[in-house]
């Protein structure tokens, strides 16, 4: 739906949801904007950052950047700002992401350097998202492919019955645009498919390999998307009347070897918690970034997490509703966010995800609605 709107301003779009949401805050007091592209080029190229805060009207004085670490790319502009709100140096930022596959696929454009492979640094098919994900399967033999359609079904389930709540509508920012039947307007979710089967699911293709387990139903969709944040400090929400959604505890990113990328979230998991001083048993809800079944299933048998624990992506994923690469971090946020406000029992909260090459990404949030005797009564 997006094929006739420029990826610059699909995240313009967000930006401009977002201050008309915090109408508080004067746009001059806002003192970086840190926008995430995974391929820089075209539409997402020239400083990403200070376009989109040009366009979206923010005053010129206003700086801007951006930044690149693939599907992590919002996440790690959320933790940069943040590092620098926490330091005294920011009252206010914006962070986010966007990436419009269709008109930049993954890998579009890119020379790898040849050193990769003649000094067989990483495998060949490294760069290869679907095949890392068949190599997890490979190495951990309970994670089978029937429980990745398993967990990518009850994924399309509970998203489904989210959007019927009404719950994901809230985070939307509606956009106009121009189709073959004339012009339109982008209210939900394009790519969600509620009538999936476990059947349908065990028949499909598996691309990356004959008889793989990876396949287009149990990995995320290739779309495009663009989000935006509104981070601040404590001192500076107070001061324009701004009730917080979550509050940022630690974050941490990790590197493991790029042939099995998803499993990147387990050890930048353990090193955020260790940098919070917490554990896993602290951890009350779980937004996962779904780029592939096994991958959340290895994080999760890490842990000892059962498949149909409820902590584990309540509303979904982007197995339901895709993964547009540089975006997603924020996504997981803002879903986490909306779940924090409705459930005052849960106090503290994870945002992960892999990364292609071998990293991983998470952060722990507190929600500022929490409340010991509503935790005590669930």
């Given at each position: 739906?997006y094929?006739n709107?420029?990826a610059?301003?699909l ?6 949801g977002l201050?008309?949401r915090?109408p508080n805050v ?5 003192d970086?904007?840190?926008?995430a592209?995974?391929t ?6 020239l400083t ?7 366009l979206?009207?923010?005053p010129k004085?206003v700086?801007g ?7 992590a790319?919002?996440?790690?502009a959320a933790a ?13 930022a914006i962070?986010?992401?966007v990436e419009h596959m ?8 890119v ?12 495998g060949e098919d490294?760069?290869v998202?679907g095949?890392?994900?068949?190599r997890?399967?490979?190495?951990f ?10 967990f990518a ?6 998203t489904a019955?989210?959007?019927a ?5 809230q ?7 121009r189709?073959e ?10 790519v ?9 699911l065990?028949?499909?293709k598996?691309?990356f ?8 139903g ?7 998307g663009?989000?935006?944040a509104?981070?601040a ?6 001061e324009f009347?701004l009730a ?6 630690s974050?941490a990113?990790?590197g ?5 990328m998803g499993i ?6 353990e090193k ?6 917490l554990?896993?048993?602290?951890i009350?809800l779980?937004e996962?970034n779904e780029?592939?079944a096994?991958q ?10 059962d498949?149909?624990?409820p902590?584990?992506n309540p509303?979904?994923?982007a197995i339901a ?11 997981l946020m ?7 406000a ?10 992960s995800?892999?990364?292609?090459l071998?990293?991983g ?8 609605n929490?409340?010991k005797k ?5």
């Open positions: 739906m094929w709107t420029r610059d301003d995240v313009v779009k967000a930006i401009v201050l008309e915090n004067p746009k001059d007091r806002i970086d904007v840190a926008i592209a995974t820089q080029t075209g539409d997402q190229g990403l950052g200070r376009t989109a805060a040009i979206a009207g923010l004085t700086p950047f951006s930044i690149d670490r693939m599907c790319g919002a996440m790690t940069m700002v943040s590092g620098s709100i926490g330091y005294g140096m920011y009252d206010f962070a986010g992401g269709g008109h930049h696929p993954m890998g579009s454009g020379d790898p350097n040849p050193r990769f492979l003649s000094e067989r640094l990483v490294a760069l998202m095949a890392t994900a068949e997890i399967h490979d190495r033999p309970q994670l089978t492919k029937e429980r990745s359609d398993r079904l009850a994924s399309q389930q509970k019955a989210a959007y709540a009404g719950k994901i509508q985070d939307l920012v509606s956009v106009a645009i189709t039947q004339g012009w339109g307007l982008a209210t939900h979710d394009e969600m498919r509620p009538e999936t089967t476990l059947e349908g065990a028949a499909l598996t691309p390999r004959p008889h793989g387990r990876v396949t287009a149990n990995a995320s969709g290739l779309n495009d663009a989000t935006a509104l981070l400090s404590g001192d500076a929400a107070k009347g917080p959604k979550m509050k940022l505890v974050f990113f990790a493991v070897d790029p042939e099995i990147g979230p387990i050890p930048a998991t955020a918690l260790r940098k919070a001083g554990s896993i048993d602290d009350d779980f996962m780029a592939f096994v959340v299933l290895s994080f999760m048998d890490h842990y000892g997490i498949d149909e624990d902590r584990i509303w979904g994923g509703v895709g993964h547009p690469l540089a975006s997603s971090g924020v996504r803002n879903q986490l966010a909306s779940q924090f409705e459930r005052p029992e849960l106090r503290y909260g994870i945002t995800m892999c990364v292609g071998g990293q990404g998470t952060m722990i949030w507190e929600n500022p929490f409340d509503a935790k005590k009564r669930a």
